[in-house]
Nanobody, 121 residues
Framework: QVQLVESGGGLVQPGGSLRLSCAASGRGFSIYIMAWYRQAPGKQRELVATITRGGSTNYADSVKGRFTISRDNAKNTVYLQMNSLKPEDTAVYYC???????????????WGQGTEVTVSQ
């Protein structure tokens, strides 16, 4: 059974940093493409970043240059380092995984509980 556990969220001031983690259960973590999504209040969930098996990354324009996705296959964990945070980054952040390419239109049957990030003075 798939289980994704996100952590690391919290309250941070504008310009600050946070590092999110997502621990995935199950076998074969290294074969999956991993992704971070976020959902702001009253908005649809949006794709933030992806990382392939080989470590190639892709980012939404809104976070390029500020966020970095990485993975540790030995720990079955994917990370999202978020720097220069802005109030508009406030959202619940989720991770997910797929053996296939992940795009903004990819649908998942399962989501973890997410981790909440609030950027405010």
């Amino acid at each position: 059974q798939v289980q994704l556990v996100e952590s690391g969220g919290g309250l941070v001031q504008p310009g600050g940093s946070l590092r999110l983690s997502c621990a995935a259960s199950g076998r074969g973590f290294s074969i999956y493409i991993m992704a971070w999504y976020r959902q702001a209040p009253g908005k649809q969930r949006e794709l933030v970043a992806t990382i392939t098996r080989g470590g190639s990354t892709n980012y939404a324009d809104s976070v390029k240059g500020r966020f970095t996705i990485s993975r540790d296959n030995a720990k079955n964990t994917v990370y999202l380092q978020m720097n220069s945070l802005k109030p508009e980054d406030t959202a619940v952040y989720y991770c997910n995984k797929s053996p296939f390419m992940i795009t903004a239109s990819t649908r998942f049957d399962y989501w973890g509980q997410g981790t909440e990030v609030t950027v405010s003075q």
